[in-house]
Structures are given as C-alpha cells and as structure tokens.
C-alpha cells in the first residue's frame, strides 16, 4: 500500500500525520481550527485517502502557519507515497457543483508545483479563524510540495463556504483520480521522458 507519515516540527506548527493513498476516506483530523477540519474531511472522503493529522499551531495568532504547514505535509506525504509515480494515471479533473457554486478542478502531477487559483470569495473570514486568502495558500503549498500543477477556477458562486467546499471536494476527486493506479499501464512513469520530477 502507499502510505506515508510526516512529522513537521517548526517553531510556529507541531504536525504530525499519517497518510494511506489507497484508503475508504477515514480520518481522524484535529488542526484546531475547525473550518480547515472540515474541508480537509472533505477532502479525504473524497479522495478515498486515510488521514490521521494532528497539528498544535500558534492559532492564538491566526490561522496561516497551520493552514500552510498542513498543506506542506500533506504534500510532501502523496509525493513520498507516489515515489517515483510509477503506474499513476498523472492527471484529474472535476467539475464540482456546490448549490449555487461551481468549481472546475484539474491535477497534472508533473513534477512541477505550481497553483492557480481563480476564486471570488465574497467574504474575507469562514467561521471565527479562517480567512478566505488561505485557500489560495494552502494549494500553492501543497503543489510545490507534491510537483503538481493545481488549477482551481469558479465558475458560479456567491456563499463564500459553498465556494471554499466546492475547492476541496472537487480537489479531493480530481487527485483520486490522478494518483489512481492505471491498469493498461501499472509499472510505467507517465511521462515521455520517462521520469518525474
């Protein structure tokens, strides 16, 4: 099975987790920030990965450092499950609605990290820590971590968790699908050049 665990320790976050790509969606998430909880739930249901992740951040100051060193963790842990991405489909996609919101995700894991992130989020704070800007920090994170190009664009949507969960589920579907073993192909790198990095 792929799986990793990431012990990140830094004088702003304590986080340790517990990743299994081939997994049914179960969690056990604690960042003590509960909105970022609740996406990160999101996202591994629909993933179907397994995620144990417990962070002890400086929340009393806001939720950046958690929120990005969380995103560095958990990116470095799918490209420490993926090796040497032999046998993955490389690339998914999703087209997410939410009620009013509709969000467009796509997944290159190309050995390239890189992130864009197109959203209107009508509001500048989800619940009592989260500000909105930190969804665009989160994914820029996790793609320089995984090599991965993320692109997240909004198509509708004017509530702005509506708009946030749309993200995460959708983001949870299109990785499911890039990090799938392809059965014509099960031991090829998915690259012309025959690695990626």
């Known amino acids: 099975m792929r799986k990793a665990e990431v012990i990140r320790n830094t004088s702003e976050t304590k986080i340790k987790l517990n990743l299994t790509v081939d997994g049914t969606g179960k969690q056990t998430i604690k960042t ?10 999101l996202f591994v249901r629909h ?4 995620l144990e992740l417990i962070c002890d951040g400086d929340i009393e ?3 950046h450092h958690t929120t990005e060193d969380i995103a560095i963790a958990l990116g470095r842990a799918f490209s420490e499950s993926l090796a040497e991405r032999r046998g993955i489909k490389r690339y998914g996609s999703m087209l997410l609605p939410m009620d009013e919101a509709l969000v467009m995700t796509a997944v290159d894991i190309s050995g390239r990290g890189m992130a864009v992130v197109e959203l209107t989020i009508p509001s ?4 009592q820590q989260f500000d909105t800007e930190l969804v665009e920090e989160f994914f820029i994170a996790f793609a320089r971590e995984l090599g991965a190009t993320i692109h997240l664009h909004q198509i509708a949507g004017k509530n702005s968790h509506h708009i946030v969960e749309a993200c995460f589920k959708g983001f949870g579907r299109a990785l499911g699908e ?3 073993i392809n ?3 099960p031991d090829e790198i998915p690259s012309t050049k025959g690695t990626i990095n």
């Open 183 to 185: 059965q014509q192909a």
């Open 61 to 63: 100051v806001d939720a």
């Open 32 to 41: 003590g920030v509960g909105f970022l909880d609740h996406m990160l739930e």
């Open 124 to 127: 500048e704070k989800i619940g």
């Open 47 to 50: 993933g179907r990965f397994d």
């Open 178 to 180: 890039a990090v799938a």
